[in-house]
């Protein structure tokens, strides 16, 4: 948007003006084109330089920026960066860390994030590629309802690596989050503006029985 040219910047003879509305004008010279422009009080800016001739539109162009930078300030607020998590494992996991490690994978893969899951093989574990392969295949098995490999098992020195993409885009997973905090504030809301219930009922004394 910076480098478009604008009124008097414009130095070719002539233009393909659209007007205001978007309506085609034709091919106009160029000081027609600016006599225009300032008799609508409008700017005559340069849309399609490397056309022949050059793309012209009359339009208020601080407006035009204006809206412009708007539109890209919110594109960068709703952005959402996919950020990569790092599970390490041993080949000889036992089922308690490698129930804590799933858990650990399916929150990252819920929150929208990758998660690249490794394996360090030691000592003689190195000559037994496929168990590694078999434990990664598990894993991708076990979270399969929430994410899918994106890079198969490969081996990497003393590691073996597998990369599992989620199924949510990052955008979806933050909403969903924002939405699932907002309706536990709400929530508490309601409990806390509920009536608290009395401490006890008056009651009348007991009578006492006549003789």
């Known amino acids: 948007m910076s480098e478009q040219r ?9 233009v393909l003006l659209v007007g205001p509305a978007g309506e085609q004008v034709g091919i106009v010279r160029v000081e027609d084109a600016l006599r225009l422009a300032t008799e609508a009080d409008l ?36 952005q959402a960066n996919t950020v990569q998590k ?49 434990l990664l295949g598990r894993m991708a098995e076990d979270v399969a309802d929430r994410g899918f490999v994106e890079a198969h098992p490969r081996q990497d020195g003393r590691s073996m ?25 709400k929530a508490a809301a309601r409990t806390t503006q509920a009536p608290e219930a009395s401490d006890g009922e008056d009651t009348a004394p007991a009578e006492t029985p006549e003789s």
């Open 6 to 14: 604008i009124n008097g910047q414009i130095r070719v003879p002539k």
């Open 43 to 78: 700017d005559l800016v340069e849309v399609a330089p490397g056309a022949n001739p050059p793309v012209c539109r009359l339009m208020d162009y601080g407006k035009y920026k204006y809206e412009a930078n708007m539109k890209a300030r919110e594109a960068r607020k709703n």
């Open 86 to 134: 790092e599970i390490r494992m041993g080949l000889k996991i036992d089922k308690h860390d490698y129930e804590t490690k799933r858990r650990n994978v399916e929150k990252f893969l819920d929150g929208g994030d990758k998660v690249k899951v490794i394996i360090r093989f030691r000592g003689r574990e190195q000559s037994r590629p496929e168990m590694g392969i078999k």
């Open 161 to 185: 690596v597998m990369v599992l993409g989620p199924h949510k885009k990052k955008a979806q997973a933050m909403a969903e989050a924002r939405k699932r905090r907002s309706d536990a504030e």
